[in-house]
């Protein structure tokens, strides 16, 4: 803390005098590419190649998004009463860099090593206009948020494979290493308001400053995140002598340990009244890029700097996995496969945090799991099998979902709070069925079911003591939960049933699935409905695509089309209804032409049906949402077109 009054003018002045928003025309995206590969080697002896890519993108989107939120539904008006409307004019800049390199050396006729690089750096710029009413306040708003992120990752392996003995016996081996780094180095939110009655008259907007410490009016926030992860595995496979047995047998052994550790750390602050008898209140009207002036930031008639940041906006967290499995496949007359097995983990999760009155937070959870699954198939004919599949897996908490750290995001006016305190894992019995069919080895046509049953699920929970409009969510395991569905799969050429003329180049590609989820949230669903679908889980997801291929012309296009059924976005409360993220059809295009012996054109449309993205509450909560159901976000991001040139060389 800073008690002397000029060393915090001092530390205020000190930060940059960002708050203003700015206009420019942003010029086309701009992506390039580039790729080299080699082979190299004595032949007989050791060979190597390699694969490298670098790309670069820098690439702008903006739109508009609107945002409502309403009281208690009325059922004799049968409507609810808006307590905001919000414009959001969102304007987005993202570069990216992304670098490849792997390498690989085969040593003989029995050992392939292989190192494995990936590299992004990510820069996301981010500036949010909000404009609208607040009826609930009375006031016109005009908001902003200024929003830079830098996100860092690198994955490398080390990977091993070798032949033994007579080649019945092979082994695998695996050292990685990763590292993610998130900086958010300054955001920054304001609110300027005025009478909702002023809106037609010049009266400006007045600058609204918080009486303390804010994340949300003149504030500034940072956060860091490092997490970097180290892993060893171990595999060994050991086949059949001969492949002319009635019974083959293969035995499946290995072993993997890994290492996660992250820290985390996040301040906050904002501009508040330095003396509320003395303050100059014409500082209110000032334009945002002169208000906080460094002869504005003073201790009597300006503003001072105060911090909010509180215990629970750090934490540190690890993560260490030990795993070994064993496992064996029979092959009986080269019509029946059965492979099972079992995996054994033992888990322990650790995070150290504090609460927001600064009570220590330990978190020590040490778990040991046994995983069986068995998979059975049994061919029909030498193209077509049916297969059946039982499995035991485990859903551990994210760090995000143990840490007490409560954030807030202003597009969403949602805040978002770790739970500590009774967060477990979660366990799931997955059962599957599934008729496949083959024309060629590259074609498939399947029918499945699948059942998963959940016990103690993560989900997310509605706090009830939000205000504002504010939604604050929690996570916390449900009671159980499952999910039940059927699937076709179709992936075929039509040159089998038009083997001439343009017909014979096309492909088409369908995948269904029809769901059905539900959760119990268990005696913890306070002002929830106890029973209610999985949160994020549509009740169908359909992709289809038709491609087209010619390698004599060197000519290609595609399209290809998704639509999924609409899913639980936010879980209501008392007074609070359901919202569902509603349905939306997509449609991709792209055509590749080459040209000559080093030339290719490649253009692409992305969602040009340019469907809204649309939240809509079920405000009756009757279970079905209709056009009177009150919207709560939506938007439109705008179709995308690209055109690209590849030379090769």
């Known amino acids: 803390s800073v008690a002397n009054p000029d060393q915090l003018a001092a530390l205020g002045r000190a930060l940059p005098n960002n708050w203003a928003a700015s206009e420019h025309t942003a010029a086309p995206d701009q992506r390039i590419g580039f790729m080299v590969d080699r082979r190299f080697g004595k032949e007989g002896g050791a060979t190597f190649g390699t694969i490298n890519t670098v790309d670069y993108s820098n690439t702008a989107l903006s739109y508009d998004a609107r945002t409502w939120n309403y009281n208690a539904y009325d059922t004799e008006a049968r409507r609810s009463d808006t307590i905001y409307a919000y414009s959001d004019n969102e304007n987005i800049r993202t570069a990216r860099v992304s670098v490849l390199s792997n390498w690989t050396a085969l040593l003989g006729t029995r050992t392939k090593l292989e190192f494995r690089n990936l590299f992004n750096q990510i820069g996301e710029n981010r500036t949010t206009v909000r404009t609208g009413q607040n009826m609930e306040e009375g006031f016109d708003v005009r908001n902003y948020a200024f929003r830079w992120q830098q996100r860092t990752i690198y994955s490398g392996q080390l990977h091993g494979a070798h032949d033994l003995g007579e080649k019945t016996d092979h082994l695998e081996w695996t050292l990685g290493w990763s590292k993610a780094l998130s900086k958010e180095p300054d955001l920054r939110r304001l609110r300027t308001t005025r009478n909702i009655d002023q809106a037609d008259s010049d009266e400006p907007y007045q600058l609204v400053v918080p009486p303390s410490a804010s994340t949300l009016d003149a504030a500034r926030f940072c956060s860091y995140l490092n997490e970097g992860m180290a892993t060893g595995r171990v595999d060994f496979e050991h086949g059949p002598a001969a492949n002319d047995r009635r019974v083959e047998t293969t035995i499946r052994v290995g072993a993997l340990a890994e290492r996660k550790d992250r820290t985390f750390a996040a301040r906050w602050m904002s501009f508040t009244r330095a003396n509320i008898a003395s303050f100059d209140q014409t500082l209110l009207h000032a334009p945002l890029g002169r208000v906080f002036n460094d002869a504005n930031i003073n201790p009597t008639t300006g503003f001072e700097l105060e911090e909010g940041t509180n215990p629970s906006d750090r934490y540190t967290a690890a993560n260490t996995l030990l795993a070994a499995y064993a496992g064996a496949t029979l092959v009986i007359d080269k019509v029946i496969t059965v492979s099972g097995g079992a995996r054994v983990e033992h888990n322990v999760q650790e995070l150290s945090s504090a609460s927001y009155s600064g009570g220590r937070v330990e978190v020590s959870q040490s778990v040991t799991s046994v995983l069986p699954s068995v998979n059975a198939s049994y061919g029909i004919t030498e193209r077509s099998q049916v297969r059946v599949a039982a499995s035991r897996t485990v859903n551990r908490p994210e760090f995000r979902e143990l840490a007490p750290f409560s954030y807030y995001d202003f597009s969403t006016n949602t805040t978002l709070k770790g739970n500590a305190d009774s967060l477990v894992s979660a366990s799931i019995t997955n059962l599957d069925a599934r008729w496949e069919h083959y024309p060629s080895a590259s074609e498939v046509i399947s029918v499945g079911a699948f059942y998963k049953r959940f016990t103690d699920p993560i989900e997310m929970f509605y706090v009830s003591s939000a205000g504002g409009g504010t939604r604050n969510f929690t996570f916390a395991n449900a009671a159980s939960a499952y999910s039940m569905g059927i699937e076709v799969e179709a992936r075929r050429s039509l040159n089998a049933l038009f083997p001439k003329g ?118 009756d909560g009757d279970g079905r949402i209709e056009p009177t159901d009150e919207r709560i976000q939506s938007h439109r991001r705008g179709a995308y077109f690209s055109a690209a040139l590849a030379y090769s060389f």
């Open 502 to 619: 343009h017909l014979s180049h096309l492909g088409v590609l369908l995948n269904a699935t029809l769901i059905r989820s539900a959760v119990d949230l268990g005696a913890g669903a306070v002002g929830q409905e106890r029973d209610r679908p999985m949160m994020g889980q549509s009740p169908y997801v359909v992709n289809g695509g038709l491609y087209y291929a010619d390698p004599e012309h060197k000519l290609q296009y595609s399209a290809l089309y998704n639509v999924a059924g609409r899913r639980l976005f936010a879980a209501g409360t008392f007074g609070t209804p359901d919202i569902y993220e509603m349905p939306r059809q997509t449609l991709d295009l792209s055509v590749s032409k080459g040209l000559g012996d080093h030339f290719e054109v490649k253009l692409g449309a992305q969602d040009v049906l340019d469907q809204e993205v649309l939240l809509q509450q079920d405000s």
